[in-house]
Structure formats: structure tokens, C-alpha cells
């Protein structure tokens, strides 16, 4: 059952109390606060009135059946409500406490809960369907972790750390989907969930959320998920989170205001290993989002019939900076911004052979692009933008058994692309932008466009029935130490002279009257070395 709590910690001066969970040794009947005297079941510990400072403790190396769900508990800033792992007699001090969710909505559900800390637990869910008590529907879904708000209030001060979440499936193994399914927009059917935040009323405020050193998968949607309407998901800090093998993206988040991604790993997005997966997913993806920085990451093997970019921007997002990543093998391909976006950045990236599906061929219904900017915003709505793209300093290698495809719309407004290395080995071709339907047209040209200073392999590296075209191109091979690589230190260019100090200082997009947030000069390179005067082309500033 769901217990709802009320905090008077701060009123009544309450001093925190350790509770403990032992599956093996506990009894129910016992006061909980000893490992001596433990609890035995998760519902036990539910019926707790957890206060600030107070610690709810599950025996480490044991597997606790089921699934922890507190509501309306609150911690403070100092003292948060932290739910963890104890070390247990014979199991070893870096053992964790596991939950296994097969059968229910999530191994931990926190709602309408502020000043929680989550660490040091490993959470499973694999198949089992629903259990009868639960909700039921088409939405219904398994999450290892799930966070929600669904009253009018401010719900902050959220850490998840240290959590290893794997192996969660709605359907029991064996289950395949219908082929069609991965058409559909973000999936229609029962998934499982790494780590989900959500808020469900627009009076809802989730922020001060806090993700670091977690590890998630094997799921058959979306690594982590972060949904709220508007502006809802406030102060946002990922950092080195692992994600592998997920059948959705890995990251996605929507109503996000101030987020800060950062030494990520993600590879094996929109995995297709279980029959049970959706099968397309980018790394990470944003939609509805503003000032959000994604940054020193790799983004790996993106898989999926469209979209699967390694980070793309989709629509109705601003400030959307994408900085000091290693984008790679990727099937959509590298840079993939969508309508109704302004003043996004892709910079300092190296992107390896990203983009290399083919229209048409083993189910795909998008061409995989090395540069795409769309206007789409929706089957229905018109498209429209994207307004101010900047593009600049980046390292792109396509090997020369892949088609480099550049898809630019006829709604785009406002482009810097400058200082890039476009290492096409191969051949270039413009397609139509495919989110749905073709664009109507191609454009002749668009306005307010900078293309300058851009090295390129040849002459006919970039399309020539391209409506954007460098107009002061640098020509010649940069001489990488081992393009196709997937190390960094792979793209430092030996022809130092077409590189060091060739680049230009990066201006505003003409009629742009905001720029980038802190601004064009980022101050370093993606290997942190600093610019110091005239920059280098590329991502990769020479010494």
C-alpha cells in the first residue's frame, strides 16, 4: 500500500533514524533498527513514517521480491531520506541490496516525494506482466526506478547514485513485437524502463535532480527518461551515467529547464538483442526543452529504421548545446536538429561514420544523414525553422564505403557552419528531409546563412546542389593518425599547416540578437586543451 507521510522533522528537531531490511533474517514483527532486529519485506519498510535524516537500509547481497513504493515523503536540504544498502553478514562490504520488480510498476516508486536519495542498489524487472492490483492499460510499464508528481507543488532535492539498473522487461521472454510497432512515434505497447522522472500536472515542479555514477542495462524502451509538460524539470545534473543496450533511446528528455549532461556513455540505443525491444533510439534526444548542455560523451551504435542519431535536437527546444562528444557508428547520423528550435549548437564534436543507413533497405524509412536540419514539428503542424543553427569546429570522418548525406530544409532561418573538418572519403549527396513526408521543395537558397572556412577533402566533398555552400573553403586531407578509429586521439591532424590558426572567430548569425549561451568562444577544445587566439579547424585544437 501507498503510505503517505508528512515531514515535522525540522519542526520537532527529529533526529534520524537507520531502518533495516533483511529478506533472510528479518521478521516484520521486529522494531527495524538494528541489523539484529531487521524488517523482512519492502512492504513493511512502506509503512515507515520516514523523516529527514532518517535512512531506510536493505541487507546487501540479498534479493528482496517486489517493489518499495513511498509517497509524499520530504527530507531537507541537509538532511535528505536516503535509501541504500547495508553490508550483510557474509556477503561482502561492496555487495549491493537487489530488488526484483518482475510483476510490478517499479523496484522503487517515489511520488510527490522532495529530499531523496537513492544508492548503492541494483534493481531488475524481467517480464511478468502486471500484478492484478496495479493500473491497467495500453500505458501500463515497468521502470527500475520511478519518480513522479502528479499535485501542484515544488518536489526537489533528488540524487540517484551508485544504482544499477538491468534487465527490465514488461513481456516475458520469447514475446515479439509486431513489426510495425517501431513506426510508431515513441512505441504504443508495455515496455520496461531504466530510470524515469515524471510529472503529470503543469502545476508539478520536479528540480535539483541529481544522476551520477549509475549504470543502466538491458531494458526494452528508454534508458532514462525525463517527461514533465512546459518547464516542469528544473536543474538537472547527469553525469557518468552507462547505458547499454537499450530498446529505446538512451537518453530522452522533455520539459527540461537547465540541464547539464555530462561523461556519459551510451551505446546500443534502440538495441535489437530482444525480441521484446522497440528497436530505434537515438543516444539522447530532446524535445520541449531549454538550456541544456550535452557534453564530454560518447554516443555509440545508435540502431533504428529513422531517427537513432547519436544526440539529436528534436523540435521546440532552445539553448540546446551539444559540445565534446564522440559521436560514432551511428545509424541516423550525427547532427539532426528539427522545427521550431533556436540558437543550437553543435561544436567541438568528432563524429566517425555516423549516418550510414540507407532509405528503403532492411526496414528503414529515413535516410541516416551526416547533417540534417528539418522543420518538422509534428504530422499536422507546419513546419517552420530551425532559427539560428550553429555548426562550427566540428571533426566529421565518413570511410568510403558510406554515402555522406546532407539534408537541409527550405524553412531553415539563420546557419553558421565554419571551422569543420568534413572528411568525406567517399561520395556526398543531398536527400529531401524525410520526418514523415519529404520536404514540399528544396530551397535555392536560405537566409542569413555563414559558410566559411570549412576544410574539405576535395572539391566535390560537399554537394554542389546544396542551397548552403562554403564561401572560402580550405581544400586538402588534414591527415588523421588513424581515421576510423574510435579514440580522439585518432583525428589529431598531422598537416599541421591546413589546420593550426586557420580557423575564423565565430560571429553571431546575422539578425541573431542572442548567440550562445556563455558564449561562441567555448575556451577549450574537445581534448581541453584552451584556444588561445585564431582558432584551429576542427574539433581538435593543435599544441
Not at 519498510?45 to 529527514?52: F, G, K, P, S
Not at 513522479?148 to 515544488?154: E, F, K, L, S, T
Not at 548525406?405 to 573538418?421: H, Q
Not at 566535390?460 to 588513424?482: C, M, R, Y
Request: net charge neutral.
Amino acid at each position: 500500500m501507498l503510505v503517505a507521510c508528512v515531514w515535522l522533522g525540522a519542526a520537532l528537531g527529529h533526529a534520524g533514524v537507520n531502518y533495516y531490511v533483511d529478506p533472510g533474517l528479518g521478521d516484520d514483527a521486529n522494531s527495524g533498527t538494528s541489523p539484529k532486529a531487521a524488517f523482512r519485506t519492502l512492504a513493511r519498510a512502506e509503512t515507515l513514517l520516514l523523516q529527514a535524516g532518517d535512512h531506510l537500509l536493505l541487507a546487501a547481497g540479498q534479493t528482496f521480491a517486489g517493489q518499495l513504493r513511498l509517497k509524499g515523503l520530504s527530507g531537507s536540504d541537509t538532511q535528505p531520506i536516503v535509501i541504500s544498502s547495508y553490508p550483510a553478514a557474509d556477503k561482502g562490504s561492496d555487495a549491493m541490496a537487489r530488488i526484483d520488480a518482475k510483476g510490478h510498476a517499479a523496484g522503487v516508486l517515489l511520488k510527490n516525494c522532495s529530499h531523496v536519495t537513492l544508492a548503492n542498489l541494483g534493481i531488475t524487472g524481467n517480464g511478468g506482466g502486471m500484478d492484478p492490483a496495479a493500473p491497467s492499460g495500453k500505458a501500463a510499464m515497468r521502470c527500475g526506478v520511478l519518480v513522479q508528481a502528479d499535485r501542484p507543488g515544488v518536489y526537489g532535492g533528488f540524487t540517484l547514485s551508485n544504482l544499477v539498473v538491468e534487465n527490465v522487461f514488461f513481456e516475458e521472454p520469447g514475446f515479439r513485437r509486431n513489426p510495425e510497432e517501431v513506426r510508431s512515434a515513441n512505441g504504443t505497447q508495455n515496455y520496461g524502463w531504466g530510470i524515469r522522472f515524471i510529472s503529470s500536472s503543469p502545476a508539478a515542479v520536479m528540480q535539483d535532480i541529481t544522476i551520477h555514477d549509475c549504470r543502466i542495462a538491458n531494458v526494452s524502451h528508454t534508458g532514462l527518461k525525463l517527461t514533465a509538460p512546459g518547464n516542469g524539470l528544473r536543474n538537472v545534473t547527469v553525469q557518468g551515467l552507462r547505458i547499454a543496450n537499450t530498446g529505446g533511446p538512451g537518453v530522452q528528455m522533455s520539459g527540461v529547464s537547465g540541464g547539464h549532461f555530462s561523461q556519459l556513455e551510451v551505446n546500443h540505443s534502440g538495441s535489437t538483442n530482444d525480441t521484446r525491444n522497440w528497436g530505434r533510439g537515438s543516444g539522447l534526444w530532446t524535445w520541449g526543452s531549454s538550456d541544456v548542455v550535452i557534453e564530454k560523451s560518447r554516443f555509440l551504435n545508435a540502431n533504428g529504421p529513422g531517427d537513432s542519431a547519436g544526440v539529436h535536437i528534436d523540435f521546440n527546444c532552445r539553448n540546446v548545446i551539444v559540445q565534446y562528444n564522440l559521436s560514432a557508428h551511428n545509424a541516423g547520423g550525427f547532427c539532426e536538429i528539427l522545427g521550431n528550435n533556436y540558437n543550437c549548437a553543435y561544436r567541438y564534436n568528432v563524429s566517425v561514420n555516423d549516418g550510414y543507413r540507407i532509405k528503403g533497405q532492411g526496414g528503414a524509412f529515413q535516410e541516416g544523414k551526416t547533417f540534417w536540419l528539418s522543420g518538422y514539428t509534428g504530422d499536422k503542424s507546419p513546419r517552420q525553422g530551425p532559427f539560428n543553427t550553429y555548426f562550427y569546429n566540428n571533426t566529421i570522418y565518413v570511410s568510403p564505403d558510406i554515402v555522406a548525406k546532407i539534408a537541409v530544409t527550405p524553412t531553415a532561418r539563420g546557419v553558421l557552419i565554419a571551422n569543420n573538418i568534413f572528411y568525406f572519403a567517399g561520395s556526398s549527396v543531398l536527400v529531401p528531409g524525410d520526418q514523415n513526408r519529404p520536404d514540399a521543395s528544396r530551397p535555392d537558397s536560405i537566409p542569413e546563412v555563414v559558410f566559411e572556412n570549412n576544410l574539405f577533402l576535395r572539391p566535390d566533398t560537399w554537394p554542389a546542389v546544396a542551397p548552403v555552400q562554403d564561401n572560402s573553403p580550405i581544400l586538402g586531407d588534414p591527415e588523421f593518425k588513424n581515421g576510423g578509429g574510435l579514440t580522439l586521439d585518432d583525428y589529431v591532424p598531422a598537416n599541421v599547416n591546413l589546420i593550426r590558426d586557420r580557423g575564423i572567430a565565430i560571429p553571431r548569425i546575422p539578425n541573431d540578437q542572442i548567440g550562445l549561451a556563455g558564449g561562441m568562444n567555448p575556451g577549450q577544445d574537445i581534448l581541453g586543451h584552451a584556444i588561445q587566439g585564431q582558432p584551429d579547424v576542427g574539433a581538435i585544437e593543435l599544441p
